[in-house]
């Protein structure tokens, strides 16, 4: 309830001001309580009365009274509050408001921020330069699943950051060199083809992969052609050089396609080719810190160090035999560059579990380098999610995004075309049916993805049965793009010749009935008022699942409100008509807005 609890901090802060000690300003003083202050437990209050609660010893420290000083000047009665009063361990304070009014800010806050709503306007000194790493898939190699996490993980991130009001750069980091290059060059010697190239690049470029890997498999002498490639490559030879370069601009330009079509954009595009040969400046600052070890006569280099955590001695390979970069020694590079150039207060990588060791050398690394700087203030340095089992390009299994859509796409046509389907009654042009289904298709996709913690591992192919059965309610994106649309229905219907107007009396929608239908008003309000504190929750946890079960919720409460207080009722005045359209108007918004920081485009039709 964060608005909600702006506000009531504004009143605290009015009430208390004149007795604070802290040497702080009026308005400084409600900044602070904001962020010290937290939801209302209705188990020691009263359903009727929104509260906002205050961790006692806080508020103290801030006030900087004594205990009695405080309690004299909390309870003392004010006309700011319906009632203020205290937990049964005397551990937090709540500060409780008249309903109504409550309900007439929260939606008057809607209808002034509309798109912006839930939003943290300034946060002032607490805002972050976040820069976020995802997606970053190999180049030459089709998208599948597995970089459907990623992305959308990722954008959805990067939605909560921006939202919660940090400045954030979204840099899509691509697979571009080392070792898989000179397999893919090697077997392109083989088994290129410019034809196939032409008309399928992606789909041909993966098969030459996969069709060399499995040569090197049975072959030993084909793993040292491929790494000679690889050295050539690095060495700056210009045939191999022009090929690569002519796969990677392939490979950009298709995967565009496919993150427009998710919904996702970038700011910046990089490649570990851009910090390959930047690997000698790595291994001589980590020298100087007395970190590199030499095991052997050839190129070999080991980066060694004490975790700080468990004590142990850790050994990284910082450069091959060959004196070839590896990842993790680009990766420095592209981090210490990243922090050079944009000045970010925070690195934050969305990745695969399996790459936790990785990104925790990596930043073990970078400490010993720069103790000085933080690499990761206010959020976690890599949020991994779980690995999603039965992918392997290298073996040719694997799930490819466009087909997953595709037939996806297709059964949500094939459903929306049926006689008795609720989801699309008018009649429609067959190809906006067809955009609606794909556009379904992919909302389902990311919903399905960030409906529980990103930690979380499953088989795909069970997860892709389950989103299939569109017909299932929880966890399913339909009820709620249907909800969306129902309400735009509602909202545009002329017959009802009604306008918002914020200043509609709440009086109509509150009730001394205790029956859980006169409740809904006020609790919808309530979910409604929740949007900022749960994106807020969701930035600290570097979580998206909050939301998907924010809008849960809220899409529940919509149905139960929308069954019970219907609109459009002959028997009822103006005045009550406009308390609702409104209501169910901000209900949208709120949705709308919800859904986007999903990366989930709202449907007014479906």
């Not at 090697?186 to 399928?200: I, K």
């Not at 499995?214 to 084909?222: C, S, V």
């Not at 400490?367 to 690499?375: A, F, K, L, T, Y």
């Not at 073996?395 to 297709?410: A, Q, T």
Request: proline share 3%.
């Amino acid at each position: 309830m964060s608005y909600f609890k702006r506000l009531v901090s504004k009143k605290i802060a009015n009430a208390l001001a004149r007795s604070c000690k802290a040497g702080i300003t009026q308005e400084e003083l409600a900044n602070e309580v904001y962020f010290i202050a937290g939801h209302g437990n209705l188990k020691y209050t009263n359903d009727k009365l929104p509260s906002v609660c205050v961790n006692r010893r806080k508020l103290q420290e801030l006030m900087q009274l004594s205990k009695p000083d405080l309690e004299n000047v909390v309870f003392d009665k004010n006309p700011e509050f319906e009632n203020v009063m205290s937990d049964h361990k005397g551990q937090e304070i709540h500060f409780m408001v008249n309903p109504q009014k409550f309900m007439q800010e929260v939606l008057k806050e809607v209808c002034r921020r509309r798109d912006q709503y839930g939003k943290t306007e300034n946060i002032g000194s607490k805002k972050l330069k976040i820069l976020v790493d995802f997606s970053s898939p190999n180049i030459a190699k089709e998208f599948h699943e597995g970089h459907l996490r990623s992305s959308v993980i990722g954008n959805s991130l990067c939605n909560l950051y921006q939202a919660a009001g940090h400045d954030v750069l979204r840099v899509n980091y691509l697979g571009d060199w080392g070792t898989q290059f000179g397999v893919l060059l090697s077997g392109y010697e083989r088994f290129g083809d410019e034809t196939s190239l032409e008309s399928n690049a992606l789909a041909h470029l993966s098969d030459v992969y996969v069709r060399a890997n499995k040569e090197i498999k049975n072959d030993p002498t084909l793993t040292a052609r491929a790494s000679e490639i690889n050295r050539h490559l690095e060495q700056g030879n210009q045939e191999y050089l022009k090929l690569w370069q002519k796969f990677r601009e392939i490979s950009i330009s298709e995967y565009k396609k496919l993150y427009k079509m998710l919904g996702v954009e970038f700011d910046v595009y990089e490649g570990e080719s851009m910090y390959y040969n930047k690997s000698t400046e790595v291994i001589d600052r980590l020298e100087e810190k007395g970190c590199i070890e030499r095991p052997d006569s050839t190129d070999l280099v080991l980066a060694v160090y004490q975790c700080p955590k468990t004590g142990s001695r850790r050994e990284v390979v910082l450069q091959k035999q060959d004196g070839t970069s590896v990842y993790i020694t680009r990766d420095i590079a592209g981090a210490l560059e990243r922090k050079k150039r944009y000045g970010m207060d925070a690195l934050q990588y969305v990745v695969d579990q399996r790459q936790d060791g990785h990104f925790t050398n990596l930043l073990n690394l970078l400490n010993i380098m720069e103790p000085s700087q933080s690499w990761s203030k206010g959020v976690d340095f890599y949020r991994s999610f779980g690995q999603i089992e039965g992918l392997s390009t290298r073996e040719g299994k694997v799930l490819l995004l466009r087909d997953i859509i595709e037939d996806l796409s297709n059964a949500m046509l094939e459903s929306m075309q049926q006689h008795d389907h609720k989801y699309s009654k008018e009649d429609c042009d067959p190809a906006e049916l067809q955009q609606r289904a794909l556009t379904m298709a992919i909302s389902h996709l990311i919903y399905t993805d960030l409906r529980s913690n990103h930690n979380r591992p499953y088989k795909w192919k069970t997860e892709l049965e389950n989103v299939r059965s569109w017909k299932r309610r929880k966890g399913n994106v339909i009820p709620v793009q249907y909800c969306h649309a129902r309400l735009c229905q509602l909202l545009e219907n002329s017959a009802l010749e009604l306008t918002v107007n914020p200043d509609a009396s709440m009086k109509h929608l509150i009730s001394s009935d205790q029956t859980s239908v006169s409740a809904l008003p006020l609790q919808l309000v309530s979910q409604i008022a929740r949007l900022e504190d749960v994106i807020h929750e969701g930035v600290n946890q570097s979580q998206s699942y909050c939301i998907h079960h924010y809008i849960e919720h809220l899409v529940a409460l919509i149905g139960k409100a929308y069954k019970n207080y219907i609109v459009n009722d002959k028997s009822l005045t103006l005045e009550e008509m406009e308390a609702r359209y409104l209501l169910f108007f901000c209900a949208r918004q709120t949705l709308s807005n919800a859904l986007k920081l999903l990366g989930i485009p709202p449907m007014k039709k479906v």
